[in-house]
């Protein structure tokens, strides 16, 4: 009964460790991934600035995941290079340890003051950044809580021989002992977790510090592996990351264990109890690995870029998106916003530039209807993901950005329905052998000019967020309304001039016009959505 | 051919010959008053008070008039801008025809005698102004309306002159009159008419300046 009760404590309390840090990493990502990700921007111009960046975004996160998330993105972008972006990860290793650290602190006891604030702020303040502050608060207290819950049901199994013998038995096999930690670490997704329970053993007298140091460079090397899981369905920048992660990590526990009976001394010369030496001792492996590797980077990106070769520009447009990424609303948005640009651009070069080219019977209308299905169908994808997202707890203003997105991406997918029903239309003239006056032809392609150009300005402004460009822009409307008017006008007016009677004549040319019109009205909604009109 | 009507373009010449016509209403004001002055009558003081009646009614209309038009046009910027200036313009016009009707109520069948030579000194540059602005707006003309901002320091020193007589006289008498009291009132009223007028130039002249200069707004190839 009593073995029962150890092993509910146990798991109940790892789970509760487990769910505070994931919802403190969440918590702070609310407040801070957007400010994380122009600092690493801006910081990381130099390999050891990058590395001390690592070190603060991962702490401040409390996820070296978010991190690489974010890192990612930017190398995706070009924003980094490779090298940059590599001193990012093995600070990122740092900052893992920092929370370690933090940890060690004896501050379980106050653990119950966190939850019971955090949750009265949670539950009775609606404002939403008081609200996140709660959250902050609570989980703390489930972090430390969850601890002394581990740390209290371990308690018991010292008096346990067969458990005992089995714990004296794998720590006397230090191989075996990493890799058992490794898999716990890639199990939890937590190092921090394997790392906490090891103190445990070390505070309950079961273990000591130097027995422990398998486990810290196999909880080190296991915390890698759901970043390689996760990054076989990413881009090849997202892989090479996270494999430069977990050999980073994985390389130095092997030249670690290598030396480990030189560990076992040094361990014991660092200051503090054994907890806070389990601590110092994984900290210090991490600076050490990371000197060891700072010098090699520029030549360990090269191999990486000779492995992971660049693939070449696929001829077909496709939706690059990546459902990890959902975490991280922020870099999920960024995302999604660079797929939705690369889409109008497609729309833009590939149906609405081409129309004139159309009309003049350089451009086939098989190809229009093509790309218009490649936007059907990139549209769905896109909608879909932007959908997953908007499940998430998404602060106002990534909210906000998520309507704009939506609102943008059935915009640019009612502009290729337009331009196919334009392309019905115009092939209207040759089917009833109609012909359109010089005038109505050279006025259709005017109306063409300016909806190239308006739909061209909302995408600038849509791309650079140019809130003076897509203000511009909706100014000149009432240009266009008044042009739309007077063609029209002239239209009926020619065909009086010419007796002309055809119904047919006006129904195809007044077609042609309304399609082109809901494209130049889609093409300004991408303007309106941009400066908020929404 | 056909031809076309533009519901705008309808609306905004009618805003245009309405606001014309409430500066025609404020010179019939004007003259009403001079007709007071010689047949101090209340039949003459009616006439005042319908045809300011006339000015609010007309002022309301504008206003439905270019609310009207906001909401179911997608304006440029310049007609915006015109619009602006027309709902400021009759605001002034509008706040001459009250200050006439201060002047009619405060205005008593005994002081019409002393009142008269001040406020026909005054009706005289105002009128001149008020035809000016009419026939500015009218036209489009800056020339016309610039007429009507160098005139209002006539209008002020006429005020002034007031003022220092009024001060000569207390100084000599050593007491104030209850007729010359009003007259220092009316004396401000009369002088606040002016500048309305200028308000209303200047912002007209705006709106021509503005045409002026977005002509060339016009979206090129």
């Known amino acids: 009964m009593e073995f029962l009760t150890i092993i509910l404590g146990f798991f109940g309390g790892l789970g509760i460790f487990l769910y505070g840090t994931h919802l ?12 994380i990700r122009a600092y690493l921007i801006k910081i990381t111009d130099k390999r050891w600035k990058g590395i001390f960046s690592g070190i603060a975004a991962t702490f401040f996160l409390q996820s070296s995941t978010v991190t690489s998330i974010l890192v990612v993105g930017l190398v995706s972008s070009a924003v980094l290079s490779l090298s940059q972006a590599f001193g ?43 609200k996140n502050s709660g959250l902050i608060l609570l989980s703390i207290g489930f972090i430390f809580y969850g601890i002394s819950l581990i740390s209290s049901s371990v308690s018991p ?6 458990v005992i013998d089995a714990l004296l038995y794998v720590s006397g096999q230090p191989v075996l ?7 716990l670490a890639a199990l939890f997704h937590s190092s921090a977790a394997v790392i906490l329970i090891g103190i445990a053993f070390i505070d309950n007298g079961i273990m000591t510090a130097e027995v422990l140091i398998p486990l810290i460079l196999g909880a080190n090397a296991g915390s890698a592996i759901p970043v390689i899981v996760s990054s076989l369905s990413m881009s090849s920048e997202g892989k090479k990351l996270a494999f430069f992660s977990f050999l980073f990590n994985f390389s130095g526990a092997v030249l670690f264990l290598i030396f480990l009976p ?20 994984h900290t210090l492996f991490n600076v050490v690995n990371t000197l060891i590797f700072l010098p090699l980077l520029p030549m360990v990106a090269k191999g990486f870029k000779h492995f992971f070769p660049e693939k070449e520009e696929e001829p077909v447009f496709r939706v690059k998106l990546n459902d990890k990424i959902l975490d991280v609303p922020e870099e999920a948005l960024i995302h999604s916003k660079r797929e939705i640009v690369k889409l109008a651009t497609l729309v833009q070069t590939d149906m609405i530039k081409q129309l004139v080219n159309f009309m003049d019977g350089k451009h086939e209308a098989k190809e229009l209807v093509k790309t218009e299905s490649i936007i059907d169908t990139s549209y769905i994808t896109i909608q879909k993901y932007l959908l997953k997202l908007g499940q998430n707890d998404l602060t106002n203003s990534q909210s906000n950005e998520e309507v704009k997105l939506l609102h943008i991406l059935n915009d640019i997918e009612h502009i290729g329905d337009s331009v196919l029903r334009f392309v019905g239309a115009a092939e209207k003239v040759s089917k009833k052998n109609i012909e359109l006056g010089k005038k109505d032809l050279s006025q259709i392609k005017e109306l063409l000019f300016y909806i190239e150009r308006a739909n061209s300005n909302s995408l600038s402004a849509f791309r650079d967020n140019d809130t003076l460009i897509a203000r511009e822009n909706i100014q000149s409307q009432s240009f266009v309304n008044q042009f739309e008017n007077d063609i029209k006008f002239e239209h009926f007016n020619s065909l009086i001039n010419k007796q002309e009677y055809n119904p047919d004549i006006s129904a195809v040319y007044l077609d042609i016009t309304n399609q082109l019109l809901q494209i130049y009205k889609h093409s300004m909604n991408i303007s309106r959505t941009v400066l908020g009109l929404i | 051919m056909l ?16 606001t014309l016509s409430i500066i025609d209403h404020l010179l019939n004001m004007t003259n009403y008053y001079t007709d007071f002055l010689n047949d101090p009558s209340d039949k003459q003081r009616e006439h005042i008070l319908k045809a300011e009646n006339s000015v609010d009614q007309i002022e309301r209309k504008i206003e439905s008039y270019i609310l009207e038009i906001i909401s179911l046009q997608q304006l440029n910027m310049k007609e915006i801008k015109w619009l602006f200036s027309m709902n400021r313009i009759i605001r002034d016009l509008e706040r001459i025809g009250d200050q006439l009707t201060n002047i009619i109520t405060i205005s008593e069948v005994q002081d019409v005698e002393e009142l008269k030579p001040l406020i ?3 009706f005289v540059y105002e009128q001149k102004m008020m035809h000016w602005l009419m026939d500015g707006m009218k036209n489009d003309e800056i ?41 220092i009132v009316i004396s401000r009223f009369l002088e606040r008419i002016g500048d309305h007028l200028v308000n209303c130039s200047k912002k007209y002249k705006e709106t021509i300046r503005t045409v002026e200069k977005e002509a060339s707004d016009i979206p090129e190839r």
């Open chain 1, 24 to 35: 403190l990493s969440n918590s702070l990502q609310r407040i801070a991934a957007s400010k």
């Open chain 2, 143 to 183: 020339n016309v309306l610039n007429q009507v901002i160098l005139h209002d320091q006539h209008v002020n020193k006429l005020n002034k002159d007031t003022y220092q007589m009024l001060v000569s006289h207390i100084e000599v008498e050593k007491k104030i009159t209850e007729s010359k009291l009003k007259m």
């Open chain 2, 3 to 18: 031809s076309r009507e533009n519901y705008y373009a309808t609306k905004r010449k009618e805003i245009k010959s309405l």
């Open chain 1, 177 to 183: 002992f990493a890799f058992l930690a490794m898999l």
């Open chain 2, 120 to 122: 026909r000194k005054f």
């Open chain 1, 262 to 281: 030189i560990m076992m001394q040094i361990i014991g010369y660092l200051p503090g109890d054994p907890g806070r030496q389990v601590a110092h001792f």
């Open chain 1, 88 to 130: 990012i990860i093995i600070g990122s290793a740092i900052g893992t340890t920092l929370t370690v650290q933090v940890l060690t602190f004896n501050i379980s006891e106050y653990s119950t003051l966190f939850i019971f604030f955090g949750a009265v702020i949670t539950v009775f303040i609606k404002h939403s950044k008081w």
């Open chain 1, 157 to 162: 199994v010292s008096s346990y021989e067969p």
